[in-house]
């Protein structure tokens, strides 16, 4: 194993509290958090089954996840700052996403837990008061860096769709707000599956001057597995799917305006079944199976515009954190030995300003 003899930066975690803030199992949680086989239950039936599908199981979702939690999912490890990247929150027209941000400030990020770098935002730059909503989140942190839209929507119906249409980033109205983030110095966290990655190719010739990361190496699903209706069910459909990721993530790596995060690669939709085998990842499971996409990342972006991200809790359905940071600097470490402090720090400081 190599030994990271640094802080380490993660800036990509999510907080969320369902027992105190409007979050989309609210009202379930609060009706049966004292019975979690019962709550899983109703979750499973009042939820659409893409969505189940899609995050593997329910107790992760339904539970807080809070500065403590994550500092005791990071172990040994230390993490010198994090950023918190939107989760969806259950208010999310309008203005009500400054809430989140709000929440976040709120919560006890200090030296007996992990310190808050920065704030990714929700704002959505089709809303006709875009601009107004960045200066709301700014009001609300000193510490927001940027906005993320997700607009992973995947042909597959049975997959589920994380946004309203299927283009997302090639909407006009999202296009002219998106002006805004410049004229801000704000980032923007780009989230689509892999089929999606021309979109966020053309997004980023469009705006040069904004900083693009593409979160999560742009989620190839169905990539380990079948998932879906018809998604990765053959082994000749998974290796399309890779080559077809490889082809878009090479040209994205031209782009010196993107990023990406060595992120999210243990979330079920990519094909895992590590939590229906009621299990987790081994480290070298790990390793083995994101070893190939880590080393294409790197191979296509340089050391210098990857940094690793956790996704945590949500990749926690698969593995540990400590195993995905242990074999993830494995393999990183294969190519760029000396450049491990830019993947897992320098990198993710420079992008997000901290």
Known sequence: MHQLNFPIIDP?????DPYNTPHAAALAVKLLGKH?????KMVRLLKPQDLIDTIGLTSHITRPY??????ADIAHYYVEQIVHVEANWHHSKGK??????LFIES???????????GIVAAADPRNSNFKKILK????????LRGIRKMAAFHEDPAIHAWTDEPHLYRNKKFLKGFEALAQLNLSFDAWTYSSQLRD???????FPETSIVLDHLGTPAGLFGPVGAYTGLTKTARENIFFRWQEDIEELGHLPNVYSKMSGLFMPVLGHKFHQEKRLATKTEVFDLAYPLISHALQCFGPYRIMFASNFPMDSVSTSLVNIIDAFSDAAAISHPDHLQAIFRDNAKQFYRL
């Open 36 to 40: 979690p086989k019962l709550l899983d």
């Open 66 to 71: 809070l500065p403590a939690d994550y500092k």
């Open 107 to 117: 919560l006890p990020f200090n030296a007996e837990t992990v310190k808050l770098g």
């Open 96 to 101: 009500g996403v400054i809430e989140e941000t």
């Open 12 to 16: 990509h975690i999510h907080q969320w």
């Open 200 to 206: 966020v190719i053309d997004l980023a010739k469009q």
């Open 136 to 143: 709301l989140h700014l009001k609300a942190s000193p510490r």
